[in-house]
């Protein structure tokens, strides 16, 4: 609006300051200081030209992951060809390595938070399938408390539950010699199908994302089909098992065993089935729950009424507490139920 007068109006400038841009903002005129706002503060006709105050960080980001390195930045208003506006990236060689990513139990520290494997059991909980008591409970891993979660369907004896990456729950159901599926969240199990070998006393995950089994018959080692429950013999322990459990340590990719026999731990060779250091425990296991705990490094290993901590390298035994009310013959870190 342009008004005349021969005194200056309240509210106006003369015509040689009239060329504000933006009449609504008093930072915005002829003048002003250019900031990284996605405005044209000095109105110049550019927005956020070169020299614009406030400009963001850019990390040189080698990969392409959407985290760079801080110790090589640029400053600019916008976003830079090879740079991203995340910074601590601990590999910008590896697009898989970044404050991101899931950290998988490989050893290594994929999101860089100078923790490894501290994400591996994240959103899980150690648990049991009690299919004597006919419930799936929850253990506390620091009192060993137990806690029911559902009620199970009737029909199996199960001694032993594995669960895979994608949070999927198999067990043994020792009745039959058949691997089931499980839902310890709902209670749901259904037949597989028939293993083919011995009485198997231990299943686990292990080294390259198979299913291995623990044959108590002719004290092998087997790998189990997940998708029709078929057993296939690796090779023998060269020692004897009966009541059994197996757990396997992700972050040093070993697969752990124990047995009431003896009262031992040892580990097992996943190529040949072999057993090897082999060490004594204070565990009296009447049944075996055997579980690796990435936190401490320690595994936890169960009687059926009670609950240690057993150090793999030597034996060493830690009490941590009985467990009340359930059968623990079998431990699962297992994804948290919705």
Do not use: R
Request: glycine share 14%; aromatic share 8%; with cysteine.
């Amino acid at each position: 609006m342009v008004t005349s007068a021969c005194t200056q109006p309240s509210g106006y400038v003369s015509l040689a300051d009239a060329t504000d841009c933006n009449d609504f903002a008093v930072g915005d005129h002829p003048g002003a200081d250019e900031y990284c706002d996605g405005v044209d503060n000095d109105c110049d006709g550019d927005v956020d030209e070169e020299g614009a105050l406030d400009p963001a960080t850019w990390y040189l980001d080698v990969d392409g992951d959407g985290y760079g390195v801080d110790t090589d930045t640029l400053e600019g208003c916008d976003a830079i060809s090879g740079y991203a506006a995340e910074p601590y990236d601990c590999d910008d060689s590896d697009a898989t390595f970044n404050p991101g990513a899931d950290d998988f139990c490989d050893g290594q520290d994929q999101d860089c938070d100078g923790i490894v494997d501290d994400d591996h059991h994240a959103g899980k909980f150690l648990l049991t399938v009690d299919t004597n008591h006919g419930y799936s409970y929850a253990i506390d891993s620091t009192t060993a408390g137990s806690t029911a979660v559902a009620a199970l369907d009737t029909g199996y004896g199960i001694n032993s539950v594995a669960v895979d990456d994608a949070g999927v729950g198999y067990g043994n159901d020792y009745l039959t010699s058949t691997l089931v599926s499980v839902d310890a969240c709902t209670g749901s199990i259904s037949n597989i199908g028939s293993m083919g070998v011995g009485n198997t006393c231990g299943i686990s995950f292990g080294p390259g994302g198979l299913l291995y089994g623990l044959d108590t018959t002719s004290d092998q080692l087997v790998e189990l089909d997940p998708s029709t429950g078929a057993g296939t013999v690796i090779g023998p322990l060269g020692t004897s098992v009966s009541n059994c459990g197996m757990a396997y340590d992700c972050t040093n990719d070993l697969l752990y065993a124990a047995t009431s026999t003896g009262n031992t731990i040892f580990k097992i060779d996943p190529g040949t089935g072999a057993a090897y250091d082999v060490v004594s425990t204070a565990v009296a296991f009447a049944s075996v729950g055997l579980e690796h705990d990435p936190a401490t490094g320690l595994l936890y290993a169960s009687t059926g009424t009670e609950l240690y901590h057993v150090d793999p390298s030597d034996g060493a035994t830690t009490f941590i507490g009985p467990v009340g009310g359930t059968n623990a013959d079998d431990l699962v870190h297992y994804p948290e139920c919705e």
